[in-house]
């Protein structure tokens, strides 16, 4: 069993940053990409930026720029960093990462829970 958690969410005015963690824990015997996503109220769940294991990212067009993404490999843990916050960023933000745990040969996505990102104007 793996399990993801999310930190780091918040209330915070626009121009400003926050940073959020996701660590994954359990049975890990590998963790391969990585990836942060965001769900609005009434919108689909969007990329926000995926990172590989040897650390090639990728971000969606809206957040290049402000966001970086990184990780933590000896820690399981990955990160976002987002600095001029706008409030078209508020969402919830789920981190998410293709696990091979201990004892199997394929690897498995697993989702955290999310954590709120609210941006006031």
């Known amino acids: 069993q793996v399990q993801l958690v999310e930190s780091g969410g918040g209330l915070v005015q626009a121009g400003g940053s926050l940073r959020l963690s996701c660590a994954a824990s359990?049975?890990?015997?590998?963790?391969?990409?990585m990836g942060w996503y965001r769900q609005a109220p009434g919108k689909q769940r969007e990329l926000v930026a995926t990172i590989s294991r040897a650390g090639s990212t990728n971000y969606a067009d809206s957040v290049k720029g402000r966001f970086t993404i990184s990780r933590d490999n000896a820690k399981n843990t990955l990160y976002l960093q987002m600095n001029s916050l706008k409030p078209e960023d508020t969402a919830v933000y789920y981190c998410n990462a293709e696990v091979k745990t201990i004892g199997t040969i394929l690897y498995r996505t697993y989702w955290g829970q999310g954590t709120q990102v609210t941006v006031s104007s």
């Open positions: 359990g049975s890990i015997f590998s963790i391969n990409a």
